[in-house]
């Protein structure tokens, strides 16, 4: 599967889930003003929240598209710029690393746990799956960019 549809993938998966979250909420506080509340709504929206963050990171490191400030980096050469790009990619690997380390840590234990919400009773397990899995690709991406660093 090429990057551009991985990313389009991931566009669609974690914009749709934007897209839910938004519908939940809104649909929640009609409720609330009609008095006819939407009961687990913050569950389904922490959820899916998840879900739009998580493909909202990986989409972001693949277009290296993350917030930065480009004073220092505008005023440097060529060598230098690579330098700092790498250290950048490396300190983000080290970021994501421990991110990655803790969410696996707790997902072991926690596993035989069954957690679950509690209205809804959403199981935990993909959630948590879902989250290794976006660390670990954003990982990836980041020792891949410390390895060979692009200039935008």
Known sequence: MSKV???AALIWI???ALLVAMLVDTLAMIGRQIELPLIGSIELVQAAVLLAGSGALIVATLDAAHARVNLLLDRLSGRQRRWFERA???AAALLFAALLAGSIWIGFDLWNGHEESELLR???RPLRVTIVLAF???LLLALRRAWKPESR
């Open 5 to 7: 549809r991985i990313r």
């Open 136 to 138: 670990f690709v954003l």
């Open 122 to 124: 959403i199981p935990y």
């Open 14 to 16: 974690a914009g749709g």
């Open 88 to 90: 950048h990619a490396l």
